[in-house]
Structure formats: C-alpha cells, structure tokens
C-alpha cells in the first residue's frame, strides 16, 4: 500500500482555499501567486487520489471528499508544525533530557543550582542528575548511561575527554571545639594524633596519597572510614572526630556548624572535572548544558 505525501505547502494552501472559497484570496494569505496555489493543489489532489474542489467560472467549493479531508489536514499540518518546533528546539539546544552524573555533594548542593540557572535560558531542556560513586563517574560516561559526570579528577582513557572545572584545597571540617579549631593554618604533622574520619574509598586513598612523601611515621591515617561525606560530618560535629574533605563541601559543612582550617605545607588541591565522551556524539541538548557549566561553576565552585 502507497502512503501518501505530501508537504505543510500543499496543506497550507488546501486550506486556505477551503476557508476562503477563492484561489486569488488563499494566494494572499499564503503569499504565494494563484498559479502557484493551483499548482500545489493539483499536487495534492495528486498525492490522495481525488478532487478536493468542485470547480467553476464563479466560485470554488470543497468536493464532498475534499469536506472528509479537510478534518485531518488540519490535524496533519498542526503535527507537522509542532514536529518542525521539536526539531528547531532540539538543534538550538532549547529541548531535550540531560543525564549526568554526579557524587553526593555535587549532585546535591552544586548541580542543582546550576540547573536552576540554566532552565530560565532554556526551559524545556530536563536535566537529570543520577547519583554516582566518585569511581564510577567515567564508566558511567563511557557506558552511554550518562550524558555527562562532574565530579573529582579520575583517570580516563580515550573513550571520555576530562575538562577541569574548579579547584578546590582539601581542608579540615571540625567543630569550634575541637583542638584544632584554635589554629588558622595547620600542618600535616598537627593532625598525626587527631581523631580523622575519612569518607568514602575516594576520600579513604586521597587521604592516604595526600602525605605519602612523608615518613612513615608522620603519614596521617584515619581511624574511621565511613561511606557518605555527610556521616563524616556529622562526626565531626559530635567532636567525635574531625574529617579532611574538599572545601567545596562547605554547603554542607557550614549549617552543621563545622569550621574549616587550611592543611598548608604542602597544600593539597583537588580538581573538579567535567568528563564527556570523546567517540559518540552527544545531544544538542547535552552540549548546551556542558557549555553552561563550563562558563557558571567556575566562579562558584571555588573556594
């Protein structure tokens, strides 16, 4: 079976002439010459396989067929309009689903702030944050489950490209009451015999790399691994015991009352990175969105 086809220029002018009974006032409305409305309604009636117009010197009227039709043409060229907007949308980036992944603090203090901003530019664009394991950001990206990661700097291979988004010191969240809160800057060496609490393996081996020069003796070892940054905090602000944590955490850090102090000779920075992958294409929308956070998070990520 044939299906028929036939162009919104062909219904646009199949309507007109229907609603105004005249070639020459259709041809005005469409801005179209009556030769050329004539010629796309001899093409349409050619695609269905019938006469739409009964046709004389006086006046033009729809065909008992042409009155069946003219229904669904209506509702043809009205999804065809709507689908022309779709794709408009979609290739100005102004439409379409953004997956990316993010760990906890990120995805629940940085991203969100960052969609907001983005959906008063682009308002029908959805973004969807999924919650991830800082070890399995790449994969997530290199998989197709993601459409984009932020998150901490992780090793990549040739399937993801890494842009660096914000650096950010890793410091010591403590409460006011803690020892160490006296002191504006600390040493390594100041936090040999404190209680740490390390979140997560992430933060467990970024602790355990951060003084890996030093001897053995001196190398700071937390006491406690917990599985979130908001458990560590949460010690932390018991005075159970004091975390080492990046200071873009303080978002959360803050409201529970905890105080940063700078670990300083060395200082160690951690980099928040954007990852993308580098072998499929993404999605207009998904660009778009990558190219707003690599202007917005600069400035507020950094600490």
Known sequence: MTVPRFTPRQLDAFIAVAELRSFSAAAGRVHLTASAISQLIAELEAAVGFRLFDRSTRKVQLSSAGKEFLGSAHTALRQLRLAEAAASDIRNRAAGIVRVAAPMVIASVILPEAIKAYYQQRPKVVVRILDTAVEQLVDAVVSGDADLAIGPDRTIGDEVTRVVLFRSPWVLWCAKTHPLARQRHLRWSDLKDQQLVAAGRDHELSVAQMRLSLPEEERVTPVEIVVNISTALGMARSGLAATLAPAYVEKMA???????????????????????PAQRVTSPAAEGFSDHILKWLPPRGAA
């Open 254 to 276: 803050k409201p529970m009352g905890l105080i940063q102090r700078r670990v300083v000779d060395p200082e160690t920075i951690r980099q928040v990175c954007l990852y993308r």
